[in-house]
DNA sequence: GTCTATATGATGATAGAC
DNA sequence: GTCTATCATCATATAGAC
């Protein structure tokens, strides 16, 4: 058991280092986790951390890193399938719902983190950026294929900053009542009512037209 | 005029200590603002900071306490005045969307310090909760105002939850792209929409019914 | 109330044996 | 790759003159 492939050994213990990092550092923040308190946490001692991770902040890239690519691997593909909008609508949102239920974490590292302006550096805050984008890209192209606005670019860009926007909202609610989760029947209504306000016609049975 | 009555000299000093503790820790979060940060940036000793709030944990409860009030004072009153609804909601939108734009360090406060669960102790975590609830009633209370709710209070509740959590989104989206407004327009257009799916009628010119 | 000076501990980071 | 031991620095917090 013990004597595992070094190799092996090595990547194993990278995860967990990982692993704890992450969790500490979005329940209490960058600055306030020590790389003292991951050691501790994760059995490992300080200097195999530096081994592996350089620095305090190399450990932070790494953690943005994979968290980042955890949740996009999550999320569902943006071509939402479905008949008509209101299929891939509700399809959409209970999978945006899903993920933000299951994968907590990772919005609230890009939050809880989202304040280090001082300590971390240019590495960091390039993937908190890239991390960032990643999701508003991904909001931005699944709506435009829920809705069918491949050619109404700017309001796609509307109803994707709206949903993240109560997305993230919920997230932050999240940590003051654990128990908050995404309401997705009003955001349903919002996204609906949004769409004809801006023509975007929806009629499947007894729609009502745009406003305008 | 440094012959000051000492009085004075102490309270001016108290809120220089705020404003610039306030402002640090608004920009890195609590964990990342040091004591002699702050007592660099506004020129006191640290001994005087101490002197005036005892620990870190005393300086962040007073910057909570008196961020709490300021907003509080700068919010609208929660009775909306205007004489049908899109008349009010258009108030209350644009008070709100106000609000956030010159407060800004309120609310990141808020966010950037609800990480704060290994550093700050009951006291600081009781005046964060303090100003968290103290923003959700203003909430329910305008919006029940806007929508004449009074009689229905889980609707306002859900209309309260909606339009918190988009402005949280907001401003959290904002310290991503510092120019990030909160956007009134699709708002108000979907809090009339999810007014009328719970059959609050609207209905000044034109108006459509509910959905169900 | 404000200052200088300082105690005590924790932090990020490294050296070097194995 | 992992360990023990250690350094220099910075943190919070205090003492005591003025």
């Known amino acids: 058991m013990t004597e595992a492939p070094a190799l092996h050994r090595g990547a194993r213990s990278r995860d967990a280092i990982l692993d704890t990092a992450g969790e500490l550092m979005s329940l209490h923040g960058y600055a306030a986790t020590s790389i003292s308190m991951i050691s501790t946490a994760c059995g490992l001692p300080v200097s195999s951390i530096y081994w592996h991770f350089g620095s305090k902040d190399g450990i932070y890239v790494a953690v943005l890193e994979r968290a980042r690519t955890a949740l996009l691997a999550a999320l569902p593909p943006a071509e939402v399938p479905g008949a008509d909008v209101r299929q891939r609508l509700d399809t959409f949102l209970g999978d945006l719902a899903g993920a933000l239920r299951h994968h907590p974490r990772g919005?609230?590292?890009l939050l809880g983190l989202g304040t280090v302006q001082k300590d971390a550096s240019a590495a960091a805050l390039t993937e908190v950026r890239r991390y960032r984008d990643a999701l508003v890209a991904w909001a931005r192209d699944s709506v435009s294929s829920v809705f069918a606005l491949h050619d109404r670019p700017?309001?796609?860009?509307?109803?994707?900053?709206?949903?993240?926007?109560?997305?993230?909202?919920?997230?932050?609610?999240?940590?003051?009542?654990?128990?908050?989760?995404?309401?997705?029947?009003?955001?349903?209504?919002?996204?609906?009512?949004?769409?004809a306000h801006h023509g975007v016609g929806v009629?499947?049975?007894g729609g009502r037209g745009a406003e305008s």
Chains 1, 2 share one sequence.
Not at 154 to 177: C, I, P
Not at 179 to 184: H, P, R, W, Y
């Open 107 to 109: 919005v609230k590292l």
């Open 203 to 205: 009629r499947v049975s």
């Open 154 to 195: 700017e309001v796609a860009d509307e109803l994707a900053r709206f949903t993240l926007r109560m997305t993230t909202g919920t997230a932050v609610a999240r940590w003051f009542e654990p128990d908050a989760v995404l309401e997705t029947e009003p955001l349903r209504v919002a996204l609906l009512a949004l769409a």
